[in-house]
C-alpha cells in the first residue's frame, strides 16, 4: 500500500464517522468521495481480465461492495433540520462501512507487506480457484470500493433530494390592519 491508499481509506472512514453526530448535507458532499474513488479508479484500473474465474472474483467483490454501501446507506438517517438536511450514521453504518474498509486494507497491507509467505499464499489461492492475473484483485478491491461509496451515497442521496424537494406549506401573510381577507 503506498501513501495515497492510507488517504483514501481515511477519507471514506471519516466520510462516516464525521457523520456520527450529525452533517449538513450538499450536493458537494454527496458527490466528493465518489469523485475521490473515481480520481483512483482512473489512476489503477488498467482493465477488467476476463479470463478463467476472473470476472468472478471482480463481480463478487462488487457485491461485497454493494453489500456494504447499501447497508452503510440503509442505517444513516437523513432528515430535515432547521438549516438544512442533515445525515446522521448510526452505529450499524458505521459497523457496514467499516468492515468493508477493514477487509480492503487488511488484504492490501497483507498482499504488500505479508513478505514471500503472503505471495506464495495468495499465489496458490489464485491459481486454486483460477484466478489468472493479478490484475483481477487490483480490479475486484477498486470496483468493490467504488460500489460501496456509490451505493451508499446512492441512497443517501435519494433521501436527501426527497426531503429537499418536499415543499413546505408557504406562509400566507396577514392582511394589513382593518381589512378583511379574501371573499
Not at 499465489?123 to 477498486?142: E, N, P, W
Amino acid at each position: 500500500m503506498n501513501a495515497f491508499d492510507y488517504i483514501l481509506d481515511a477519507v471514506l472512514l471519516a466520510t462516516v464517522f464525521i457523520q456520527f453526530r450529525g452533517r449538513r448535507l450538499t450536493p458537494r458532499n454527496l458527490i466528493f468521495p465518489v469523485a475521490i474513488v473515481v480520481y483512483f479508479l482512473f489512476a489503477y484500473l488498467k482493465g477488467v481480465p476476463t479470463a478463467g474465474n476472473d470476472l468472478y472474483l471482480v463481480l463478487g467483490g462488487v457485491l461485497l461492495g454493494l453489500i456494504f454501501g447499501a447497508g452503510a446507506g440503509a442505517f444513516t438517517r437523513v432528515y430535515a433540520g432547521e438549516k438544512g438536511i442533515y445525515a446522521k450514521a448510526g452505529l450499524l453504518a458505521a459497523a457496514f462501512w467499516t468492515v468493508g474498509v477493514v477487509l480492503r486494507t487488511a488484504f492490501s497491507l497483507y498482499a504488500a507487506d505479508g513478505g514471500s509467505g503472503a505471495d506464495r499464499t495468495i499465489g496458490q489461492v489464485m491459481h486454486s480457484l483460477d484466478i489468472t492475473s493479478s490484475r483481477a484483485i487490483i480490479a475486484c478491491l477498486l470496483l468493490m470500493v467504488l460500489v460501496e461509496v456509490g451505493s451508499r451515497q446512492l441512497l443517501v442521496g435519494a433521501r436527501y433530494l426527497r426531503l429537499r424537494g418536499q415543499s413546505s406549506p408557504v406562509p400566507v401573510p396577514a392582511p394589513p390592519a382593518g381589512e378583511t381577507g379574501p371573499g
